[in-house]
RNA sequence: GGCCCGUUCGUCUAGGGGUCUAGGACAUCUCCCUUUCACGGAGGAAACACGGGUUCGAUUCCCGUACGGGCUACCA
């Protein structure tokens, strides 16, 4: 089993007996090598023409003629051993039950189970069970950690630098995932429950898991079905822990007071609750709802270039004082106030509905119109109205 | 190339001889809700790789072909 190695292509039962090694040399010859310090190589000898048999949890029974098993490394020159007899030692060492990986394993297991036999431990020997390969989005092949930024996903559960060549590959957590999203996204990329329920917490998934229901073949890896799950752990989250996990975020971002308005437990809950059900990310509370935590600056173009109309100042400013003379600012008082400005004024709804918008946030587009003006208060709307319609004369 | 594993809607998958007119989810399309955009609701389009068997009957079992994936390192 001692060779001289080199690189050597094919090295099994047929081509060992054309290499030098402790098999070709004489005992006398090998030991006058070990002890001139020629580097040296344990290899698995490998029988020829014997079946090899073994149970997979997920695809049953797999047969192999030893033949085709090459005769594995076992120790590398410098004494240290491959994953092939490491995890073999490791594994009856640690009494493991279950050997569980990536079916790019499966062409080595029966040298593994060869090695079981030859060191006497068939009886300790774990249950194997080859998971199916994660695949790229797009194209062929497995996924692999260059996908991830190529194609704006994560592949790894953090962010990884590799200490070697420095590269960065994004995680999952920084991406801002939920850990339960994750997991139960990850667990549904060759598993599946045979049942129509998608979503699973850690303990459901411990209860249902099972091999039977794995299946076989590599599952291509879909960014947008990951974000989908994320979007529902988001949606479990109360309003009151998303608020606080935004009060710092929008505290700095802002620089507001401790004792600001916009950072109160009774604003944020408000605004999260009104952003909720928009986003699929935390940090698209921030993003998407800026405007419930700063007055724009700039007004969507699109919206004024078609809306706005300067006969419509006069209403614009009777809006403002009727809401100014609001004794209970709520969204049922604005809405009335609204629509009967409009009424009193001729005007349809219509008209102004998203230039109000505009005019209070930026956008054309956004989170409900009379929710946010309520969560605004008075002021805030009032001085929010009277700068826009400044900027837009 | 050789060997191993696999193959159901675009994607993840259910289903393991008749109940399949093949189910669900993501994505997509239409409509409703909403004087916004989303969310939500309703509906639509969308698949058994192909060829041989076996069988009264194959998406389901067997064989072959095609295609896909993996392995083929003193890496894991």
């Avoid at 704006?152 to 994004?170: H, I, N, R, Y």
């Avoid at 620089?255 to 909720?276: E, F, P, R």
């Avoid at 300067?310 to 008082?333: D, K, M, R």
């Amino acid at each position: 089993m001692i060779a001289a190695g080199n690189v050597a292509p094919q090295y099994n039962h047929e081509t060992r007996k054309t290499m030098s090694n402790s098999l070709t040399l004489s005992a006398k010859e090998v030991d006058d090598k070990i002890a001139a310090g020629v580097p040296y190589v344990i290899r698995l000898m490998v029988p020829s023409g014997e079946e090899i048999t073994f149970t997979d949890l997920i695809r049953g029974e797999v047969t192999v003629n030893s033949s085709l098993v090459d005769d594995k490394v076992l120790l590398k020159s410098d004494g240290m051993p491959t994953y092939h007899l490491a995890h073999i030692v490791d594994d009856v060492l640690m009494e493991i039950t279950h050997a569980i990986r990536g079916e790019e394993w499966l062409p080595s297991a029966p040298a593994h189970i060869l090695i079981y036999r030859f060191l006497g431990w068939e009886s300790s020997m774990p249950q194997y069970a080859h998971l199916p390969l994660l695949l790229k989005p797009d194209g062929n092949g497995k996924l692999s950690k260059r996908d991830g930024d190529r194609l704006g996903f994560p592949v790894f559960p953090l962010d990884w630098q590799d200490p070697v060549t420095g590269e960065k590959s994004s995680g999952y957590r920084e991406r801002g995932y939920y850990p339960e999203a994750f997991v139960n996204m990850l667990a549904f990329l060759g598993w599946n429950p045979g049942t129509e329920q998608e979503l699973f917490t850690m303990e459901e998934l411990i209860q249902h898991f099972s091999f039977e229901h794995v299946h076989k073949a590599g599952a291509r890896f879909d960014p947008e079905k990951a974000k989908w799950f994320n979007e529902q752990y988001l949606r479990m989250q109360t309003p009151e822990a998303l608020a606080n996990r935004l009060r710092p975020v929008v505290k700095s971002k802002y620089n507001l007071g401790d004792d600001d308005i916009k950072i109160s437990s009774d604003y944020l809950v408000k605004a999260v609750t009104l952003l909720k059900d928009r986003v699929q990310f935390e940090s698209e509370l921030i993003e998407k709802g800026s405007y419930l935590f700063q007055a724009p600056d700039v007004y969507d173009e699109q919206v004024l270039a078609k809306k706005w109309k300067p006969e419509l100042a006069g209403f614009f400013n009777e809006l403002i004082e009727n809401l100014s003379s609001l004794a209970e600012f709520s969204s049922i008082t604005i809405d009335t106030v609204i629509k009967g400005t409009a009424a009193t004024s001729g005007i349809k709804p219509g008209e102004i509905m998203q230039l109000l918008r505009v005019f209070v946030s930026g956008q054309g587009a956004g989170v409900d119109l009379i929710g946010m003006l309520e969560l605004f208060g008075k002021n805030e709307v009032v001085d929010r109205l009277n700068k826009a319609l400044k900027k837009v004369n």
